[in-house]
């Protein structure tokens, strides 16, 4: 039985290749523990699983489609993950060389018997509630086509036969050597009326003596060997039956974990009142980002105050550069879109009230870091060697989110690095996002009037006050770093 809530049974999903510290630049493992809220199976789901950005958008419309669902009954999908996570508390014992063949037949009947209850009360669920999205109708009408009532019946009708209260009935041949050979298991015997009632044995039945020696040497007692081979290749069936329903379970409830993360989420921002949306997915090509109350996740979830949202228009825009006052917003913005990009192409919900984007090919970041422990170069040639790593993976299509790169040196040589880098990425189809308080290069490529250029401005008020929205404006060459200071050491009177 297959299980593919996360993408249609005919598609072999893609995934971008990411940049290495994205996960720790946009400060993403704050969104998995929110995702997680306590569960370290959906802590490793999630881990795994949104990083992994799609690029197929008829992938993450299914996603999409699913999640949906489960947020239009998320009780509903809340008890679809406790029905399969039930099988993982089945204790199941290890039917060893060294055990009897009867003990291991004993052994693994219970947690089989077990596993057909998980099955009923799963198929009983489907049954009770309607899906819309293709995965989980493909789940229900698996669920309940593949384990009708009659089916079950049987099994539990077979399970019971299994404890052979009235002795084995089988049959057997001989083989080469005159061993024994194809033994097959007979249904049980028919009640036979005798005067004393009624009697299941056949009129001719062997009741093999358990004597040691006889075990140690079948061939003393033949009996009991083919008694034990019977047993033996029965608990294999029985051990392979539970083993094929226990990962059929197991493969539900890592895929329902992604979706029970989503909605941990879900309740979590909705209980602060920061909107979300489902994103519109425009496959790879032209620039089409655009977005409406944009907001950074990680900072949503670190605070219980309002958090503000950015509007965004940057369609066919293949360059982003971000400036403004300190303290402003810019960083905050930057790791607002890296997320929501990640969160689109992983197939979840977007903090904002709208969202659209295409497809990148990768999703890479440049930010400032502490100086280098142990002490074998610099930090501007530490930024550099950074770089050069994140250019080597980079392709047309991907999205480099620069915080601050290279203010470790002077503007003036920041600059002569900065220009041709930026140039270059921007032939070869890389959008860069920069942040940057190096005005030289950001005066100088304003003045250029590209226009696939877009400049942004963090917001301030005539008194100094950050507004944290950022509009489209030119650079100035301050960042209103007195007002910073003024905060910190205020004038004595």
Request: glycine content about 8%.
């Amino acid at each position: 039985m297959r299980v593919n809530l996360l993408h249609p049974a005919d598609r072999i999903p893609g995934a971008a290749v990411n940049g290495a510290h994205v996960v720790a630049d946009l400060g993403l493992e704050s969104l998995f523990t929110a995702m997680a809220d306590g569960d370290p199976l959906i802590l490793d789901v999630v881990r795994a699983t949104v990083p992994a950005t799609l690029t197929d958008p008829e992938v993450i419309g299914y996603r999409h489609a699913v999640l949906a669902d489960c947020l239009a009954q998320p009780e509903v999908v809340r008890e679809l993950y406790r029905i399969a996570v039930e099988p993982t508390g089945i204790r199941r014992w290890p039917a060893g060389g060294g055990r009897r063949a009867g003990g291991k037949l004993v052994l693994s009947l219970p947690p089989f018997t077990e596993l057909l209850g998980c099955l009923r009360r799963l198929r009983a669920h489907c049954r009770a509630h309607t899906f819309t999205s293709a995965g989980l109708r493909a789940l229900a009408d698996t669920v309940t086509e593949h384990f009708d009532e009659d089916y079950l019946d049987t099994v539990d009708t077979h399970l019971t036969a299994l404890h052979f209260d009235h002795g084995i009935h089988l049959g057997a041949g001989l083989g080469i050597g005159n061993k024994i050979a194809d033994i097959v298991l007979r249904a049980p015997l028919p009640a036979r009326r005798t005067r004393f009632g009624f009697d299941r044995r056949a009129a001719r039945a062997f009741h093999p003596i358990e004597d040691p020696e006889a075990r140690a040497n079948p061939t003393l007692n033949p009996v009991v060997q083919l008694r034990d081979k019977a047993l033996a290749d029965l608990a294999e069936v029985v051990a392979y039956a539970a083993d094929h329903i226990h990962a059929f379970f197991e493969r539900l409830r890592t895929e329902l974990a992604f979706y029970l993360g989503c909605l941990n989420l879900h309740d979590r921002l909705r209980a602060t009142g920061i909107p979300t949306c489902l994103p519109t997915v425009h496959p790879a090509g032209p620039p089409r980002l655009r977005t409406t109350g944009l907001r950074d996740i990680t900072l949503c979830l670190a605070t219980d105050r309002a958090v503000v949202g950015n509007d965004l228009d940057a369609t066919g825009r293949t360059l982003l550069v971000v400036t403004g006052a300190n303290n402003g917003g810019k960083s905050t913005f930057l790791r607002s879109l890296g997320a929501a990009q990640i969160m689109l192409q992983a197939g979840m919900f977007v903090p904002a009230e709208t969202f659209e984007s295409e497809l990148r090919t990768g999703i890479f970041t440049h930010f400032v870091t502490d100086e280098d422990r142990t002490m074998t170069y610099g930090k501007l040639v530490d930024e550099l060697v950074r770089m050069r790593a994140v250019v080597d993976h980079l392709t047309p299509g991907a999205l480099l989110l620069s915080n601050e790169s290279f203010a470790s040196t002077s503007e003036r040589d920041a600059t002569h690095i900065l220009t041709p880098l930026v140039e270059a990425l921007v032939d070869t189809g890389v959008t860069p996002v920069l942040v940057t308080h190096l005005y030289d290069f950001a005066h100088t490529r304003h003045t250029a009037a590209h226009p696939t250029d877009l400049f942004l401005r963090a917001g301030r008020t005539a008194d100094g006050h950050r507004t944290y929205r950022l509009t489209p404006g030119p650079p100035e060459p301050t960042s209103h770093a007195d007002e910073i200071y003024h905060q910190v050491f205020p004038p004595q009177p």
